[in-house]
């Protein structure tokens, strides 16, 4: 570990990131730009992962996390289409003009 | 080889079929030669698994055999094998496919690529009834052949197709039910669903047999179809498009037949011989009304499709005779019955696609314009009604020479009823054949008709060379089915001793 | 060279017809007509010269052979092969076949070349040799085979090419359809004949377990009396075969409507080769009948009263070849009735001299036709409906046909039984016979035997006596050499025929003796032979007094009308034989399938018990549980409970913005109260 930092710096970091991407999902209203948002979720969530596994000095914590890249990788896929899928047949990546479900 | 050549000629029609799906649905051409070379290469692993076959030995041969599930103690394969009783069946399918492939070249041109993918899965699940030994493997295929067939008929079929299919599913589903029962009711009491080992076994009771015997009878009679529960039958051919048409005659009838075979005669031997005469009493009645009433239709298509019923009653005639002979001629009359009525539905298929009608009335005369497509068409209905030197004759006449010295069907009046039918049957194929290529051309529209054409010819050429060579040496035909049909006559005449 | 070599030769007499066949049906229509008609005459003319070969054969050993090609079916005990039997009785028929064969198919090449062109389709030319080749296959087959398998294969591929032949010009004939009709009547009354034949070899197998001509034969005569039920089953049931190809009672009907194909076939098939294979057939087996009982009294008494009948009724014919066919059933009769008196030898020499005059007289015919017919077109007369067959449009043609009358006087003089031509011969070996055997069957045989004189006298004044009739028959010429060279050739036959079977030296007789053992040689009756042409004259002399002395006129009615009163309507209208079957098959038959069709299975199957009873019953089931029990009952009960999630619903919609952010938030609001609940508490 380098010097100077500690698990508690690592948990803040994790956490700032991890309130960026939440407030990223809720304010923007750009497709793309939400999903980044996500990414930078679950990369928060992956920090803290492997802060958990250095400070406990366990693997497993970051066997999840080659676990968590996988699926956000095919989570990227999916999502990535859907917004294309999205953009052709609406013009937009404007997530506010996508409210087919409103009850 | 042994282990993998029947799955691989069981599925190799779905690897296809999969391989479809990545073919733009524009792209028809390359769809058809796809859906054809898959055929093809089934055809020639069916060949293949020919070639490894030892006609000497009278049990299942090439066998895989896997445990896939269990429902407490009873284990339930993944079990195929092929022998004498269902080798030739497998050939047929496999060699009518292809045909019926080529057949539709031209004649579908809506959805060709949902088209093939059906008829694929459809060629997988026949292939699957002939080669699962497994009892519950086999109801899964028997069922699984409806669907591909239930949309073939409801998709691409006539003006009334939604009638047609249901009928035809909810009929042959009605009938398969009663099959299910018997075959839980077997699974538990044998303990096993594996076939040879329930034919080895011989425990079922006589009177149970009975029950357990009409229990898979109402889902085989039904296919054959044996009178009177043929209705659905017209009306599925009438509606279903030629390619349908001609597996649906050549093949999916022929999995009533086998059933009987396989099962009625291998499982209840003893109830077969009980039943005999009765079965042989319907399919006489089948003959003579199949024949009479093909004989008073307009419609070219509902002729051959009631000839069919006609020609059923031969095989079930030839199978219940119990005999070498009868069951002998029953197999071979499947092959040939597929192979001319399925070129007579090809051949109306042609006509139909030149002139949009199959009213008898409306043609007359094509010899003149078509001579050719008449020329081969009167081979095949010649074939049809038994003319010696050609296949239909071989099969009736050891038939007719099995039922009439049958112990189990017990008259010869069956037989003689039976050889009234050969009367009859020329009667109405020599009907159709002057309704539609003899007398004058006075239809303008037949006119202007322009000869089958060479893919056309090429789809009858290969049944017109089979319906000679069996028609002169069958040798090699009944060499196959030989030594399995042994065994099943020698089983049934142990049960009849047991029986007295 | 041995015997055996010769008689490994044997299967090259079916090979070279089918080389033929197949050559003409691929190639048929590249080479000219010539071509074609050479083609199939000399596949004919090799057959000729291996059946002589035969012949030379059994000189050096009588016993003849059995040649195996392959093996057929073989079923358990079911053991058909593909063989040839080579004995004086098959060869007999084989040098029989193939010689008066050849000859029709010269004849052939010059009739079609005419006749194509009278039609209207020169290009169906060669399509006639490839059947006629055809014909010949199944024909020789049928000789050939040793057994009764094999023999009915050629049995019925005759029936194919006789159906073929006769649908030949299938556009044309009673509207337009008559002679396709005409093919399909001769197929299936055929075919009933035929299921006799398939029932005679389900006993025979079941009974002698081989279908073998030899084996059945050798294990008959080991049973002796135990074989004696047996053999007259089979053996009546091989009978209603005969009687279908033979055109016996009550299957002849199709045999006069046959006439409609072209004149050669009717010359080959329906006179000289395929409607006697009924009586080949009853003679090869002669063994079961010598054991059988009732079996030889029915079959003389349909031959003599096929006899007696069809030579009424060809009395009361106008056209010229219908005359002949008549003929043909009567003197078929004949041999029929002579197998049924066990005269075997007579009733073979009566089938090859039979062959020759009739073919002759055939042919001739042929000749009068197209000669009539040419004339019609030449004198380019415009009478409508014109038939070239009708024998009231001819008269006169003696002197403007001459060879052609010439052979046709031998030809009928021949069928008239006058001495010393080939049908006297013949019809007296079997009136000697049956004299001894049956009395009844003789003197309706002398009877027929007066009316057969007396309609050939009748036609042969029609035709080539008095004046012409009509401006065809005037203008009409001899026919060409190719037509006529056959027929100087059929008629030097129809002269010296007789003398293959005269009596004294009996060479028939001691060559069939090798293969029908223990036929006793005929005796020659001198009383019958006198009566017999007495007769005959009287009748040629009461033809020419009806007929010759005072000519018909074209329109006037036949001087029989009147002086036969009630018996020539009879005669006139075939004693109503075609209508009465019309009645009783073909209206009940037609009648019940389209009953069968319309309402037992339309109707009652399809439309009633399915789509009624099942369907429809389905239908109402299903509807009265979904509106009745269902909608009155239980919906009713779950409508309240239905309303109420409906209203709770639509406000809880209002939660749904669809906005995903809107979602995001709401997950997001939850997690942090769960997060906050779960670090709280």
Known sequence: MIPGVSMIHILILSGVLFTLGALGVLIRRNAIVMFMSIELMLNAANLAFVGFARSMGALSGQVFVFFVIAVAAAEVAIGLALIVAVYRNRGSIDVDMVSDLKG | MEAWILSLVTFFPVVGAMLLLFIRKEREAAIRWAALMTAVVTFLLSLLMLSGFDSSDPDLQMVVRLPWFSIGDLQIEYFLGVDGLSILLVLLTTFLTVLSIISTWTAIVERVREFMIFFLLLETGMVGVFLGMDLFLFYVFWEFTLVPMYFLIGVWGGERRMYAAIKFFLYTMAGSIFMLLAIIWLGLEGGTFSVPDLIEAQAIPGNLQFWLFLAFAAAFAIKVPMWPLHSWLPDAHVEAPTAGSVILAGVLLKMGTYGFLRFNLGLFPEASIRLAPWVA????????????????????????????????????????????????????????????????????GMLYERRHTRDMDAFGGLWRVMPIYA???????LSSMGLPGLN??????????????????????????????VILAAVYMLYMFQ???????????????????????????????LIFWIGLYPRPFFGLTEASVAKVVELVSSAAITMR | MTADTLFSLAPLVILFPLLGFVFNLVAGRRISERGAGIVASAAVGLAFVIAILQFVALGLDPAGATIHIAEWIAIGELEVDWALQIDTLSVTMLLMVTGVGGLIHIYAIGYMHDDVRFQGDPSRFPRFFVYFSLFMTAMLILVTGNSYLTMFVGW???????????????EKGENGIGNALAGKKAFIVN?????????????????????????VFSEAEAMGAAAVTAATAITLFLFVGAAGKSAQIPLFVWLPDAM??????????????????????????????????????????????????????????????????????????????????????????????HAFFKALLFLSAGSVIQGVEHG???????????????????????????????????GALALAGIPPLAGFFSKDEILADASHVNPAVYWVLVLAAFLTAFYMGRQVLMVFFGKPRSKAAEATKESPATMVAPLVALAVLAVGGGLINAPGLLPLTRFLQETLAGIEEPEFIAAIAILTTLLALASIGLAWLLYGRRPIKSRAPDPLQSRLGPVWIAIRHRWWVDEFYDWLIVRRYVSMARWLAEVADERFLHDWVHDRVIALGYVRATHWLASVLDLRFIDRGFDGLGALTRRGASGLGVLQTGYVRNYAAAVFIGLVLVVSYLLLS
């Open chain 3, 156 to 170: 019925e591929g005759v029936g194919l090419s006789s159906y073929l032949l006769i649908s030949f010009w299938y």
């Open chain 3, 191 to 215: 075919r009933v004949g035929d299921l006799g034949f398939i029932i005679a070899m389900l006993i025979t197998f079941w009974f002698f377990g081989t279908l073998t001509f030899e084996e």
């Open chain 2, 392 to 421: 239909g004759f071989v099969g009736e006449f050891t038939i007719l020479i099995g039922s009439f010295g049958s112990e189990a069907i017990g008259s010869v009046w069956f037989t003689i009823v039976a050889v009234v039918g």
């Open chain 2, 375 to 381: 020329g081969l068409t009167l081979i095949v209905v």
């Open chain 2, 281 to 348: 009493l319907f399919a006489v009645i089948g003959i003579i009304y199949g024949a009479a009433v093909a004989y008073a239709q307009k419609d070219v298509k509902k002729l051959v499709a009631y000839s069919s019923v006609s020609h059923l009653g031969f095989v079930m005639l030839g199978l219940f005779a119990l005999n070498i002979q009868g069951l002998q001629g029953g197999i071979v009359q499947m092959i040939n019955h597929g192979l001319s009525t399925g070129a007579l539905f090809l051949i109306v």
């Open chain 3, 376 to 410: 019609h077109h030449h004198a380019d007369s415009a009478e409508e409906d014109f038939n070239p067959n009708d024998m009231r449009v001819m008269g006169g043609l003696r002197t403007r046909m001459k060879v052609t009358f010439w052979v046709y006087l031998i």
């Open chain 3, 260 to 353: 409609a194909g072209p004149t050669p076939v009717s010359a080959l098939i329906h006179a000289a080769t395929m409607v006697t294979a009924g009586i080949y057939m009853l003679v090869r087996n002669a063994p079961l009948l010598e054991l059988a009982t009732v079996t030889p009294n029915v079959i003389a008494i349909v031959g003599a009263a096929t006899a007696l009948l069809a030579a009424s009724i060809a009395v009361a014919r106008f056209d010229i070849k219908r005359v002949l066919a008549y003929s043909t059933i009567s003197q078929l009769g004949f041999m029929i009735a002579a197998v049924g008196i066990g005269a075997y030898v007579a009733a073979i020499f009566h089938l090859v001299a």
């Open chain 2, 435 to 465: 309704k539609l290529f003899l007398g004058p051309l006075d239809n303008d529209k037949n006119k202007v008709l322009l000869d089958i054409n060479r893919r056309e010819i090429f789809t009858l050429v290969p049944i017109v060379i």
